[in-house]
C-alpha cells in the first residue's frame, strides 16, 4: 500500500459524512472501548509492519451487534498473524460502519495472506463509493487470484470501469466473464451497454435481449431494450418494452459470493429491515419471510418490523391480516406515511372502499405531493360510488405524476360517466400525448363518440 494511507498514523482521508460519523463515536467518552492488547498484538504488529487498529466504540450499537465485534477483536488478539481473523474482523466492522478501522483490519489481512481474493474483494467494497480508482485496483488484484470464480470481482471491477468511462477495458472484463459463462445475465447485460456506448446499437440489442428472463437483469434489460429501441426509430416495441420494464419488481441483487460468506450474522433490527424491504422489492417474498418474521418476533417495538410484514402480508394476498400488522405499525408511528397508505391498500383489496378512501386522504395530508395516494383517492371514491368526488383526486395524481396513463383513462371514464363529453375528449387527447398506443384508447375514444 502507498505511504500516503498511513500519514498521520490516522490511515486514509474518508469522505467528510463518514470521518464526522466514526469521530462521534469516538467522542463518547463514557463508553464501552473494545480494543487489542497493547502487549501481544501491538509488538507482533509491529513485527510485521501492521497497522494498529483503533479503539472502537460500539455504543451506538445493539447488544447483539457490540458481542460481535468484541469476539472479532477476541479472534484477532488470539490469532495476530492470522489473515482470516483480521480480515472477518474487518467485515464485521465495515458491516457496522466502522470503515477507516475496518480498512485498516483488511489492509492487514491481504499483507498477511497476500494470495486470497477475499481481502482485496471487500477492499474494493469499501472504497468503491469514495475512491474508484483504488477499488479498481483493489478488484484487479482480487481477479488476478480467483479469475472467474466466483464471477463477483471481475463482475465488480468491469462495472467500475464502465461507470468511470473506460468502456473498452469494461467490455474486456465482461467479454472474459462470458468466456467462461456464456449465458450469466449480469455480464451479458454489462456487454450490451458498452455495445450501446461505443456506437452498436443492433449488437446492444441482441445481448439485452438475452437478459430478460434473469430476475437480476430483467427490469435493467426491458429499459435498455426500450431506449435502444427508441434510438433505432421503432417507437411502438420502445412503448411496450418500457410498458414491461414498469411491470416488473426492481432487480435481485446480483450474488456476491465473498460479501455473503463474510457478512456477520446480524440480528439487529435496521439492517434486518434492509435487507426484506431489499428482497420485498424485488419479488423474491419467500426468501423476506424468514427475516420479515424474525423482525416482528425479535424486534416487536421497531415500528417498521410492522410495516414490512404487513407489506409481505399483502403481496401474499392476506389483506385482512396485512391490515392488522399495518395497524400495529401507525400505534408505534402514527405519522408513517407509507403505513398510511399500506393501510388504505389493505381496506381497498379488501374493498372496503369508503375507509380506504377516508385513509388515503389522511395520506394525502401527510405529503401533499404523493402522486399515488390520490390516485388510489380517486380510485376508492369511484368505486364507493362518488363520482363526482373522485374527479379532483384523479386530477392531483396527474398533476404528480403525469407519465402514469392509468390517471387519464381513469379521470377521461369518470367525466363519461357524468355526460361530460368535451372534458372527457380533452383529458383522452392528454393521455394520448403520454401513451399514443395504449390499447385502451380505442374502446375510450368508442364510449366518448358514442355519447
Known amino acids: 500500500m502507498s505511504a500516503k494511507r498511513q500519514r498521520g498514523g490516522s490511515?486514509?482521508?474518508?469522505?467528510?459524512?463518514?470521518?464526522?460519523?466514526?469521530?462521534?463515536?469516538?467522542?463518547?467518552?463514557?463508553?464501552?472501548?473494545?480494543?487489542?492488547?497493547?502487549?501481544?498484538?501491538?509488538?507482533?504488529?509491529?513485527?510485521?509492519?501492521?497497522?494498529?487498529v483503533p479503539p472502537v466504540v460500539t455504543t451506538s450499537l445493539d447488544a447483539s451487534a457490540a458481542r460481535l465485534i468484541e469476539q472479532r477483536f477476541d479472534d484477532v488478539r488470539k490469532n495476530p498473524r492470522s489473515g482470516a481473523a483480521w480480515g472477518r474482523l474487518g467485515a464485521a466492522l465495515r458491516s457496522f460502519e466502522f470503515r477507516d478501522e475496518a480498512l485498516r483490519c483488511l489492509e492487514n489481512a491481504e499483507k498477511l495472506e497476500p494470495g486470497e481474493p477475499r481481502w482485496p474483494h471487500l477492499l474494493g467494497l469499501l472504497l468503491a463509493s469514495h475512491s474508484p480508482t483504488e477499488s479498481v485496483e483493489a478488484f484487479r488484484r482480487a481477479v488476478a487470484r480467483c479469475g472467474n470464480e466466483p464471477p463477483a470481482s471481475?463482475?465488480?471491477?468491469?462495472?467500475?470501469?464502465?461507470?468511470?468511462?473506460?468502456?473498452?477495458?469494461?467490455?474486456?472484463?465482461?467479454?472474459?466473464?462470458?468466456r467462461a459463462k456464456p449465458e450469466y445475465a449480469p455480464a451479458l447485460l454489462g456487454l450490451a451497454q458498452c455495445a450501446q456506448v461505443l456506437g452498436d446499437p443492433r449488437e446492444a440489442l441482441t445481448l439485452a435481449n438475452r437478459c430478460t428472463s434473469d430476475r437480476s437483469t430483467a427490469r435493467a434489460a426491458w429499459s435498455l431494450i426500450a431506449a435502444l429501441q427508441q434510438r433505432l426509430g421503432?417507437?411502438?416495441?420502445?412503448?411496450?418494452?418500457?410498458?414491461?420494464?414498469?411491470?416488473?419488481?426492481?432487480?435481485?441483487?446480483?450474488?456476491?459470493?465473498?460479501?455473503?460468506?463474510?457478512n456477520p450474522a446480524r440480528s439487529d433490527p435496521r439492517d434486518l429491515s434492509d435487507r426484506a424491504q431489499r428482497l420485498l422489492q424485488a419479488g423474491r417474498t419467500d426468501e423476506a419471510a424468514p427475516l420479515v418474521q424474525q423482525l416482528a418476533r425479535e424486534h416487536p417495538q421497531f415500528a417498521e418490523s410492522w410495516l414490512l410484514l404487513g407489506r409481505w402480508q399483502l403481496l401474499g394476498r392476506n389483506a385482512v391480516a396485512a391490515e392488522g400488522s399495518t395497524r400495529r405499525h401507525l400505534e408505534l408511528d402514527s405519522q408513517s406515511v407509507n403505513g398510511v397508505f399500506q393501510l388504505g391498500s389493505a381496506l381497498l383489496a379488501?374493498?372496503?372502499?369508503?375507509?380506504?378512501?377516508?385513509?388515503?386522504?389522511?395520506?394525502t395530508q401527510l405529503k401533499a405531493d404523493f402522486g399515488p395516494a390520490f390516485y388510489n383517492l380517486g380510485f376508492a371514491l369511484a368505486r364507493s360510488g362518488r363520482t363526482r368526488d373522485a374527479i379532483a383526486p384523479f386530477r392531483e395524481a396527474i398533476r404528480h405524476n403525469p407519465e402514469r396513463i392509468d390517471s387519464y383513462v381513469l379521470l377521461a371514464d369518470l367525466h363519461v360517466q357524468l355526460g361530460e363529453l368535451a372534458e372527457a375528449a380533452a383529458v383522452a387527447r392528454q393521455a394520448e400525448a403520454v401513451a399514443p398506443n395504449d390499447r385502451r384508447l380505442p374502446a375510450l375514444w368508442q364510449k366518448i363518440g358514442r355519447r
Not at 234 to 259: H, I, K, Q, S, W
Not at 350 to 359: L, M, S, Y
Open 350 to 363: 379488501q374493498n372496503r372502499f369508503e375507509e380506504a378512501a377516508g385513509v388515503f386522504r389522511q395520506a
Open 234 to 262: 421503432d417507437t411502438n416495441e420502445a412503448r411496450l418494452a418500457g410498458e414491461r420494464a414498469a411491470a416488473l419488481p426492481v432487480d435481485a441483487p446480483v450474488a456476491d459470493a465473498f460479501e455473503s460468506e463474510l
Open 11 to 52: 490511515g486514509r482521508a474518508m469522505p467528510p459524512a463518514s470521518k464526522a460519523k466514526g469521530r462521534g463515536r469516538l467522542l463518547l467518552l463514557a463508553a464501552t472501548t473494545l480494543a487489542l492488547a497493547a502487549g501481544g498484538v501491538w509488538l507482533t504488529s509491529r513485527q510485521v509492519d501492521l497497522h494498529p
Open 154 to 178: 471481475r463482475l465488480r471491477l468491469a462495472r467500475l470501469l464502465a461507470e468511470s468511462g473506460q468502456w473498452q477495458q469494461a467490455r474486456n472484463e465482461f467479454t472474459e466473464l462470458t
